[in-house]
Protein backbone atom coordinates (compact mmCIF):
# COMPACT_ATOMS: atom_id res chain seq x y z
CA UNK A 1 0.00 0.00 0.00
CA UNK A 2 1.04 3.75 -0.50
CA UNK A 3 2.95 4.63 2.49
CA UNK A 4 0.73 6.24 5.19
CA UNK A 5 1.63 9.44 6.92
CA UNK A 6 -1.45 11.06 8.31
CA UNK A 7 0.48 14.13 9.22
CA UNK A 8 0.78 14.97 5.95
CA UNK A 9 -2.89 15.08 4.79
CA UNK A 10 -4.12 16.84 8.35
CA UNK A 11 -4.73 20.23 6.41
CA UNK A 12 -7.40 20.23 4.17
CA UNK A 13 -7.09 21.35 0.86
CA UNK A 14 -8.55 22.32 -2.19
CA UNK A 15 -9.35 19.69 -5.45
CA UNK A 16 -8.11 22.80 -7.71
CA UNK A 17 -10.38 22.56 -10.57
CA UNK A 18 -9.10 25.94 -11.16
CA UNK A 19 -6.48 28.60 -9.86
CA UNK A 20 -7.50 30.56 -7.89
CA UNK A 21 -9.68 28.46 -6.42
CA UNK A 22 -13.04 29.51 -6.16
CA UNK A 23 -12.50 30.25 -2.56
CA UNK A 24 -10.62 33.66 -4.10
CA UNK A 25 -13.97 34.93 -5.76
CA UNK A 26 -15.31 38.14 -5.21
CA UNK A 27 -17.37 40.84 -6.56
CA UNK A 28 -15.25 42.89 -7.72
CA UNK A 29 -15.28 40.64 -10.96
CA UNK A 30 -18.61 41.01 -12.56
CA UNK A 31 -20.40 41.58 -15.65
CA UNK A 32 -18.36 44.21 -17.24
CA UNK A 33 -15.16 41.92 -16.84
CA UNK A 34 -16.97 39.03 -18.60
CA UNK A 35 -17.97 40.80 -21.36
CA UNK A 36 -14.57 42.66 -21.86
CA UNK A 37 -13.28 38.96 -21.46
CA UNK A 38 -15.74 37.37 -23.68
CA UNK A 39 -14.67 40.19 -26.81
CA UNK A 40 -11.55 38.72 -26.65
CA UNK A 41 -12.09 35.42 -27.41
CA UNK A 42 -10.53 33.70 -30.72
CA UNK A 43 -10.13 30.00 -31.62
CA UNK A 44 -11.76 26.87 -30.00
CA UNK A 45 -14.16 27.24 -27.34
CA UNK A 46 -15.80 25.11 -24.77
CA UNK A 47 -19.70 25.34 -23.44
CA UNK A 48 -20.64 23.99 -20.28
CA UNK A 49 -24.63 24.23 -19.95
CA UNK A 50 -25.89 24.18 -16.42
CA UNK A 51 -29.03 22.48 -14.75
CA UNK A 52 -29.72 23.16 -11.46
CA UNK A 53 -32.70 20.85 -10.98
CA UNK A 54 -32.86 17.13 -9.51
CA UNK A 55 -35.78 14.64 -9.25
CA UNK A 56 -34.48 14.05 -5.62
CA UNK A 57 -31.63 15.79 -3.92
CA UNK A 58 -29.41 13.64 -2.19
CA UNK A 59 -27.69 14.20 0.83
CA UNK A 60 -23.99 14.30 0.23
CA UNK A 61 -24.09 16.23 -3.12
CA UNK A 62 -22.79 19.69 -2.92
CA UNK A 63 -23.83 20.80 -6.02
CA UNK A 64 -26.03 24.17 -6.96
CA UNK A 65 -29.32 21.96 -7.70
CA UNK A 66 -32.76 22.14 -6.39
CA UNK A 67 -35.88 19.72 -6.54
CA UNK A 68 -37.41 19.98 -9.98
CA UNK A 69 -41.03 19.50 -8.50
CA UNK A 70 -42.23 22.67 -9.34
CA UNK A 71 -43.45 23.63 -13.42
CA UNK A 72 -43.86 27.26 -13.11
CA UNK A 73 -39.98 27.39 -11.34
CA UNK A 74 -38.83 25.07 -14.20
CA UNK A 75 -40.32 26.59 -16.87
CA UNK A 76 -38.78 30.26 -15.92
CA UNK A 77 -35.31 28.86 -15.46
CA UNK A 78 -35.61 27.11 -19.09
CA UNK A 79 -36.54 30.71 -20.38
CA UNK A 80 -33.78 32.48 -19.34
CA UNK A 81 -30.91 30.49 -20.08
CA UNK A 82 -32.40 30.55 -23.81
CA UNK A 83 -32.15 34.18 -23.14
CA UNK A 84 -28.60 33.68 -21.90
CA UNK A 85 -27.58 31.92 -24.86
CA UNK A 86 -28.72 33.90 -27.24
CA UNK A 87 -27.21 37.35 -25.47
CA UNK A 88 -23.66 35.18 -25.27
CA UNK A 89 -23.53 34.16 -28.32
CA UNK A 90 -24.05 37.10 -29.70
CA UNK A 91 -21.11 38.69 -27.97
CA UNK A 92 -18.91 35.81 -29.53
CA UNK A 93 -16.45 37.23 -31.71
CA UNK A 94 -15.96 35.86 -35.36
CA UNK A 95 -13.25 33.31 -35.27
CA UNK A 96 -14.66 31.39 -32.51
CA UNK A 97 -15.27 28.08 -32.64
CA UNK A 98 -16.77 25.45 -30.51
CA UNK A 99 -15.27 22.27 -30.25
CA UNK A 100 -16.82 20.84 -26.89
CA UNK A 101 -20.68 21.06 -25.35
CA UNK A 102 -20.86 19.63 -21.50
CA UNK A 103 -24.52 19.49 -19.73
CA UNK A 104 -24.36 19.27 -16.29
CA UNK A 105 -25.94 20.04 -13.23
CA UNK A 106 -28.18 18.59 -11.18
CA UNK A 107 -29.49 16.29 -13.66
CA UNK A 108 -29.95 17.41 -16.97
CA UNK A 109 -32.71 14.33 -17.21
CA UNK A 110 -34.61 16.44 -14.94
CA UNK A 111 -35.84 18.20 -17.53
CA UNK A 112 -38.34 16.83 -20.45
CA UNK A 113 -36.48 15.42 -24.05
CA UNK A 114 -38.53 18.48 -25.43
CA UNK A 115 -36.85 20.71 -23.13
CA UNK A 116 -33.64 19.66 -23.59
CA UNK A 117 -33.99 19.80 -26.97
CA UNK A 118 -34.79 22.72 -27.67
CA UNK A 119 -31.38 24.15 -25.96
CA UNK A 120 -29.35 22.15 -28.21
CA UNK A 121 -31.00 24.09 -30.81
CA UNK A 122 -30.64 27.21 -29.54
CA UNK A 123 -26.91 26.85 -28.98
CA UNK A 124 -26.83 25.23 -32.73
CA UNK A 125 -28.49 28.87 -34.00
CA UNK A 126 -26.47 31.35 -31.62
CA UNK A 127 -23.13 29.85 -31.32
CA UNK A 128 -20.39 28.60 -33.93
CA UNK A 129 -21.04 25.06 -33.46
CA UNK A 130 -17.74 23.10 -35.12
CA UNK A 131 -18.63 19.49 -34.80
CA UNK A 132 -18.53 19.30 -30.86
CA UNK A 133 -18.05 16.70 -28.56
CA UNK A 134 -21.08 16.55 -26.52
CA UNK A 135 -21.40 15.08 -22.93
CA UNK A 136 -23.87 14.48 -20.61
CA UNK A 137 -24.23 13.91 -16.72
CA UNK A 138 -27.45 11.31 -15.78
CA UNK A 139 -29.48 10.64 -13.09
CA UNK A 140 -30.18 6.80 -13.88
CA UNK A 141 -33.01 6.65 -11.93
CA UNK A 142 -34.90 9.22 -13.93
CA UNK A 143 -33.33 7.74 -17.09
CA UNK A 144 -36.26 7.08 -19.43
CA UNK A 145 -36.55 5.09 -22.30
CA UNK A 146 -37.34 8.48 -24.24
CA UNK A 147 -34.03 9.61 -23.30
CA UNK A 148 -32.54 7.22 -25.66
CA UNK A 149 -33.66 8.83 -28.89
CA UNK A 150 -32.60 12.29 -27.76
CA UNK A 151 -29.30 11.29 -27.15
CA UNK A 152 -28.52 9.53 -30.63
CA UNK A 153 -30.42 11.81 -32.32
CA UNK A 154 -28.10 14.94 -30.72
CA UNK A 155 -25.28 12.95 -31.57
CA UNK A 156 -23.75 12.74 -27.62
CA UNK A 157 -21.17 10.31 -27.61
CA UNK A 158 -20.17 10.63 -23.98
CA UNK A 159 -22.00 10.25 -20.59
CA UNK A 160 -21.89 10.09 -17.18
CA UNK A 161 -23.97 8.49 -14.56
CA UNK A 162 -24.05 9.38 -11.12
CA UNK A 163 -23.62 5.82 -9.39
CA UNK A 164 -21.75 6.52 -6.06
CA UNK A 165 -22.67 3.10 -4.61
CA UNK A 166 -24.34 -0.45 -5.22
CA UNK A 167 -24.61 -1.18 -1.95
CA UNK A 168 -28.61 -0.19 -0.85
CA UNK A 169 -27.44 0.04 2.88
CA UNK A 170 -24.75 3.31 1.87
CA UNK A 171 -27.54 4.17 -1.02
CA UNK A 172 -29.95 4.76 1.98
CA UNK A 173 -27.49 6.16 4.24
CA UNK A 174 -26.66 9.23 1.55
CA UNK A 175 -30.17 9.72 0.56
CA UNK A 176 -29.43 8.54 -2.43
CA UNK A 177 -31.35 5.26 -3.21
CA UNK A 178 -31.26 3.30 -6.38
CA UNK A 179 -32.16 -0.52 -7.27
CA UNK A 180 -29.29 -2.06 -8.85
CA UNK A 181 -31.46 -2.37 -12.10
CA UNK A 182 -31.64 0.97 -12.92
CA UNK A 183 -28.08 1.33 -13.36
CA UNK A 184 -28.35 -1.68 -15.68
CA UNK A 185 -31.01 -0.19 -17.48
CA UNK A 186 -29.35 2.95 -18.07
CA UNK A 187 -26.15 1.76 -19.27
CA UNK A 188 -27.80 -0.28 -21.41
CA UNK A 189 -29.64 2.58 -23.12
CA UNK A 190 -26.84 4.83 -23.29
CA UNK A 191 -24.67 2.43 -25.25
CA UNK A 192 -27.62 1.45 -27.50
CA UNK A 193 -28.39 5.07 -27.77
CA UNK A 194 -24.02 5.65 -29.23
CA UNK A 195 -22.40 6.42 -25.93
CA UNK A 196 -18.70 5.67 -26.39
CA UNK A 197 -17.41 7.06 -23.82
CA UNK A 198 -19.52 5.75 -20.19
CA UNK A 199 -18.37 7.50 -17.08
CA UNK A 200 -19.44 6.10 -13.40
CA UNK A 201 -19.64 8.56 -10.55
CA UNK A 202 -18.02 6.23 -7.42
CA UNK A 203 -17.23 7.43 -4.12
CA UNK A 204 -15.52 6.36 -0.86
CA UNK A 205 -15.41 6.78 2.51
CA UNK A 206 -19.50 7.13 2.91
CA UNK A 207 -20.95 6.40 6.42
CA UNK A 208 -20.81 2.60 7.38
CA UNK A 209 -19.01 1.93 3.77
CA UNK A 210 -16.32 -1.37 4.60
CA UNK A 211 -13.53 -2.30 2.12
CA UNK A 212 -16.10 -5.12 0.55
CA UNK A 213 -18.56 -2.57 -0.12
CA UNK A 214 -16.10 -0.30 -2.03
CA UNK A 215 -14.66 -3.53 -4.06
CA UNK A 216 -17.75 -4.79 -4.82
CA UNK A 217 -18.82 -1.37 -6.24
CA UNK A 218 -15.88 -1.26 -8.21
CA UNK A 219 -16.11 -4.65 -9.42
CA UNK A 220 -19.76 -4.63 -11.27
CA UNK A 221 -18.71 -1.34 -12.30
CA UNK A 222 -15.36 -2.60 -14.44
CA UNK A 223 -17.81 -5.82 -15.21
CA UNK A 224 -20.41 -3.54 -16.96
CA UNK A 225 -17.73 -2.02 -19.34
CA UNK A 226 -17.80 1.82 -17.61
CA UNK A 227 -14.62 3.54 -20.25
CA UNK A 228 -14.23 6.10 -17.39
CA UNK A 229 -14.58 6.05 -13.51
CA UNK A 230 -13.97 8.54 -10.87
CA UNK A 231 -13.61 8.19 -7.33
CA UNK A 232 -14.11 10.47 -5.01
CA UNK A 233 -13.42 10.68 -1.37
CA UNK A 234 -16.67 11.77 0.12
CA UNK A 235 -16.01 15.34 1.59
CA UNK A 236 -18.01 15.42 4.82
CA UNK A 237 -18.30 20.02 5.30
CA UNK A 238 -21.64 20.30 6.73
CA UNK A 239 -20.71 24.21 7.67
CA UNK A 240 -20.82 24.57 4.01
CA UNK A 241 -23.68 22.20 2.95
CA UNK A 242 -26.68 22.14 5.46
CA UNK A 243 -28.37 19.05 3.86
CA UNK A 244 -25.47 17.05 4.90
CA UNK A 245 -26.34 17.42 8.90
CA UNK A 246 -28.81 13.99 7.45
CA UNK A 247 -25.52 11.98 7.31
CA UNK A 248 -24.49 10.59 9.96
CA UNK A 249 -21.29 11.53 10.99
CA UNK A 250 -20.52 9.16 13.73
CA UNK A 251 -20.72 6.67 11.04
CA UNK A 252 -17.82 8.13 8.70
CA UNK A 253 -14.87 6.08 8.15
CA UNK A 254 -11.69 7.55 9.68
CA UNK A 255 -9.01 9.11 8.05
CA UNK A 256 -6.87 5.63 7.93
CA UNK A 257 -9.56 3.80 6.36
CA UNK A 258 -10.57 6.07 3.71
CA UNK A 259 -6.48 6.24 2.76
CA UNK A 260 -6.75 2.29 2.32
CA UNK A 261 -10.06 2.91 0.69
CA UNK A 262 -8.31 4.97 -1.59
CA UNK A 263 -5.39 2.39 -2.20
CA UNK A 264 -7.86 0.10 -2.48
CA UNK A 265 -9.30 1.55 -5.26
CA UNK A 266 -6.18 2.43 -7.05
CA UNK A 267 -5.03 -1.14 -7.21
CA UNK A 268 -8.31 -2.67 -7.79
CA UNK A 269 -8.75 -0.67 -11.10
CA UNK A 270 -5.22 -1.16 -12.02
CA UNK A 271 -5.25 -4.39 -12.03
CA UNK A 272 -8.32 -4.41 -14.12
CA UNK A 273 -6.33 -2.80 -16.80
CA UNK A 274 -7.60 0.95 -16.41
CA UNK A 275 -5.32 3.47 -16.61
CA UNK A 276 -4.67 5.98 -13.97
CA UNK A 277 -5.90 9.20 -14.20
CA UNK A 278 -4.30 12.15 -12.16
CA UNK A 279 -5.25 11.08 -8.71
CA UNK A 280 -9.05 9.72 -8.51
CA UNK A 281 -10.01 9.01 -12.12
CA UNK A 282 -9.36 5.76 -14.35
CA UNK A 283 -9.89 5.39 -17.33
CA UNK A 284 -9.61 2.57 -20.54
CA UNK A 285 -7.03 2.14 -22.50
CA UNK A 286 -8.88 2.89 -25.36
CA UNK A 287 -10.65 6.06 -23.84
CA UNK A 288 -9.52 9.10 -25.21
CA UNK A 289 -9.10 10.70 -21.34
CA UNK A 290 -6.42 7.18 -21.35
CA UNK A 291 -4.43 8.14 -24.45
CA UNK A 292 -4.41 12.56 -23.06
CA UNK A 293 -2.43 11.05 -19.62
CA UNK A 294 0.27 8.95 -21.38
CA UNK A 295 0.86 11.85 -24.10
CA UNK A 296 0.99 14.24 -21.52
CA UNK A 297 -1.75 16.30 -22.76
CA UNK A 298 -4.02 16.05 -19.57
CA UNK A 299 -5.60 18.81 -18.71
CA UNK A 300 -7.95 19.79 -15.32
CA UNK A 301 -10.79 22.44 -15.22
CA UNK A 302 -14.20 22.57 -13.25
CA UNK A 303 -15.44 19.12 -14.97
CA UNK A 304 -12.37 17.66 -13.37
CA UNK A 305 -9.79 16.10 -15.18
CA UNK A 306 -9.93 16.23 -18.81
CA UNK A 307 -8.48 15.93 -22.85
CA UNK A 308 -10.10 19.25 -23.55
CA UNK A 309 -7.28 21.38 -24.71
CA UNK A 310 -9.95 24.56 -25.68
CA UNK A 311 -8.20 27.69 -23.94
CA UNK A 312 -11.87 29.21 -23.34
CA UNK A 313 -14.46 27.86 -21.42
CA UNK A 314 -18.21 29.80 -21.48
CA UNK A 315 -20.72 28.55 -18.48
CA UNK A 316 -24.16 28.92 -19.10
CA UNK A 317 -26.65 28.93 -16.49
CA UNK A 318 -26.96 29.76 -12.78
CA UNK A 319 -23.79 29.06 -10.64
CA UNK A 320 -21.72 28.12 -13.53
CA UNK A 321 -17.99 29.44 -14.10
CA UNK A 322 -16.34 30.84 -17.24
CA UNK A 323 -12.79 30.47 -17.17
CA UNK A 324 -10.34 32.79 -19.70
CA UNK A 325 -6.81 32.89 -19.52
CA UNK A 326 -6.56 35.83 -17.32
CA UNK A 327 -9.88 35.72 -15.77
CA UNK A 328 -12.36 33.68 -13.83
CA UNK A 329 -16.00 34.60 -13.55
CA UNK A 330 -18.99 32.68 -11.67
CA UNK A 331 -22.50 33.59 -13.10
CA UNK A 332 -25.43 34.64 -10.22
CA UNK A 333 -26.11 31.56 -8.23
CA UNK A 334 -29.16 32.44 -7.19
CA UNK A 335 -31.88 31.36 -9.75
CA UNK A 336 -34.28 34.19 -8.87
CA UNK A 337 -31.31 37.33 -9.00
CA UNK A 338 -30.19 35.11 -12.01
CA UNK A 339 -33.61 35.33 -14.26
CA UNK A 340 -33.45 39.17 -12.80
CA UNK A 341 -30.35 40.33 -14.33
CA UNK A 342 -31.28 38.09 -17.64
CA UNK A 343 -34.94 40.23 -17.61
CA UNK A 344 -32.34 43.54 -18.26
CA UNK A 345 -30.46 42.06 -21.33
CA UNK A 346 -27.56 41.60 -18.79
CA UNK A 347 -24.75 39.52 -18.66
CA UNK A 348 -25.16 37.61 -15.30
CA UNK A 349 -21.46 37.37 -13.63
CA UNK A 350 -21.34 38.49 -10.11
CA UNK A 351 -17.84 37.25 -8.67
CA UNK A 352 -14.72 36.21 -9.43
CA UNK A 353 -10.98 36.80 -10.22
CA UNK A 354 -8.10 38.04 -12.20
CA UNK A 355 -5.54 35.79 -13.05
CA UNK A 356 -2.68 38.02 -12.76
CA UNK A 357 0.69 36.80 -14.13
CA UNK A 358 1.92 34.90 -10.75
CA UNK A 359 -1.42 33.23 -10.71
CA UNK A 360 -0.92 31.82 -13.94
CA UNK A 361 3.06 30.88 -13.46
CA UNK A 362 1.31 29.31 -10.04
CA UNK A 363 -1.74 27.89 -11.66
CA UNK A 364 0.82 26.34 -14.82
CA UNK A 365 2.89 24.37 -11.71
CA UNK A 366 -0.55 22.85 -9.77
CA UNK A 367 -2.19 21.97 -12.97
CA UNK A 368 1.25 20.33 -14.03
CA UNK A 369 1.81 18.50 -10.48
CA UNK A 370 -1.85 16.85 -10.93
CA UNK A 371 -1.75 16.45 -14.12
CA UNK A 372 1.69 15.06 -14.89
CA UNK A 373 2.77 14.47 -11.30
CA UNK A 374 6.17 16.55 -12.04
CA UNK A 375 6.47 20.57 -12.71
CA UNK A 376 9.24 22.92 -13.48
CA UNK A 377 9.36 25.03 -10.56
CA UNK A 378 12.69 27.08 -10.76
CA UNK A 379 15.36 27.59 -8.22
CA UNK A 380 14.35 30.38 -6.69
CA UNK A 381 10.77 28.94 -5.73
CA UNK A 382 12.46 25.32 -5.08
CA UNK A 383 14.63 27.31 -2.61
CA UNK A 384 11.99 29.66 -0.83
CA UNK A 385 9.63 26.28 -0.19
CA UNK A 386 12.42 23.64 0.72
CA UNK A 387 11.52 23.95 4.68
CA UNK A 388 7.59 22.87 3.81
CA UNK A 389 9.18 20.14 0.83
CA UNK A 390 11.36 18.54 3.30
CA UNK A 391 8.90 16.27 5.12
CA UNK A 392 7.51 15.04 1.44
CA UNK A 393 11.33 14.63 0.33
CA UNK A 394 12.55 12.79 3.90
CA UNK A 395 9.61 10.24 3.40
CA UNK A 396 10.37 9.50 -0.46
CA UNK A 397 7.24 11.13 -1.99
CA UNK A 398 8.84 13.95 -3.96
CA UNK A 399 12.36 14.04 -5.64
CA UNK A 400 13.76 17.15 -6.96
CA UNK A 401 16.26 17.28 -9.63
CA UNK A 402 17.48 20.61 -11.73
CA UNK A 403 14.47 22.86 -10.11
CA UNK A 404 11.93 20.34 -10.82
CA UNK A 405 9.89 18.48 -8.43
CA UNK A 406 8.88 15.26 -9.28
CA UNK A 407 5.81 13.03 -7.34
CA UNK A 408 7.05 9.59 -7.02
CA UNK A 409 4.44 6.63 -7.05
CA UNK A 410 4.28 6.14 -3.49
CA UNK A 411 3.53 10.37 -3.41
CA UNK A 412 0.41 9.87 -5.19
CA UNK A 413 -2.38 10.51 -2.65
CA UNK A 414 -0.18 14.01 -1.66
CA UNK A 415 -0.67 15.28 -4.66
CA UNK A 416 -3.15 17.97 -3.90
CA UNK A 417 -1.56 18.49 -0.37
CA UNK A 418 2.12 19.04 -2.35
CA UNK A 419 0.27 20.97 -5.35
CA UNK A 420 -1.44 23.08 -1.42
CA UNK A 421 2.57 24.10 -1.31
CA UNK A 422 2.71 26.21 -3.69
CA UNK A 423 -0.60 28.34 -3.52
CA UNK A 424 0.01 31.54 -1.43
CA UNK A 425 -4.04 31.93 -0.76
CA UNK A 426 -3.81 28.92 1.45
CA UNK A 427 -2.57 30.47 4.68
CA UNK A 428 -6.19 31.01 6.08
CA UNK A 429 -8.94 29.48 4.53
CA UNK A 430 -7.68 25.75 4.80
CA UNK A 431 -11.48 24.99 6.66
CA UNK A 432 -13.18 25.47 3.35
CA UNK A 433 -11.65 22.40 1.86
CA UNK A 434 -12.06 18.96 2.21
CA UNK A 435 -9.83 16.36 3.23
CA UNK A 436 -7.07 15.34 0.90
CA UNK A 437 -7.84 11.33 0.74
Request: charged share 20%.
Amino acid sequence: MWPYHPELLARPVPRYTSYPTAAEFGAHVGAAEQELALSRVSGDVSLYVHIPFCEEICWYCGCNTGRANKVQRLASYLDVLHHEIALLGARLPQGARVRRIAFGGGSPNAITPFDFVRIVDALTVHFPLHDPVVSIELDPRTLGADWGAVIRCVGITRASMGVQTFAPHLQAAIGRVQPEDDILRGTDLLRGAGITSLNFDLMYGLPGQTDEDLADSLGRTARLGADRIALFGYAHVPHLIPRQKRIDASDLPGQEARFRMAWNGWEQLTQAGYQPVGFDHFARPGDALAQATVAGRLRRNFQGFTEDQAPVLLGLGASSISQFPDLLVQNEKNAGRYRMLLSQDRLTGTHGVHRSAEDQEIGTIIKSLLCRGSAEIGADRMFALVEVLTPFAARGLIETSDAVLTIRPEGLPYTRTIAALFDPYRQDSARRFSSAV
